[in-house]
Nanobody, 123 residues
Framework: VQLQASGGGLVQPGGSLRLSCGVS????????LAWVRQAPGKEREFIAA????????WYADSVKGRFTISRNSAKDTVWLQMNSLKPEDTAVYSC?????????????????WGQGTLVTVSS
């Protein structure tokens, strides 16, 4: 599976941004897809995930109510809609896929990663 994140940029606090993750290649083994971020000087942080088949969604407490993960019907794009952005949301955002039923919250469970896109929240 190949993944490519896009849509990052500079946004003011309180603003919105929508990130896209393009998915290509054999996805029959994909189980869950997640968005993960890494802020400067910090460890990677789970943000949100959804199953490749099914309707459940999982969110980190830090973004619950502000961010929404979704995908298109063709299952070749997954979005992360980010509203009410805060300076602490500044990070490189990446998408990742895992191929088993392990916890979607655990970053180390993800097998395939795409290059990230930088989001900067600043006035």
């Amino acid at each position: 599976v190949q993944l490519q994140a896009s849509g990052g940029g500079l946004v003011q606090p309180g603003g919105s941004l929508r990130l896209s993750c393009g998915v290509s290649g054999p996805t029959f083994s994909a189980y869950d897809l997640a968005w993960v971020r890494q802020a400067p000087g910090k460890e990677r942080e789970f943000i949100a995930a959804l199953p490749w088949r099914g309707d459940r969604k999982w969110y980190a407490d830090s973004v619950k109510g502000r961010f929404t993960i979704s995908r298109n019907s063709a299952k070749d794009t997954v979005w992360l809609q980010m509203n009410s952005l805060k300076p602490e949301d500044t990070a490189v955002y990446s998408c990742a896929v895992k191929t088993d039923s392990s916890s979607p919250y655990r970053i180390s469970n993800y097998d395939s990663w795409g290059q990230g896109t930088l989001v900067t929240v600043s006035s």
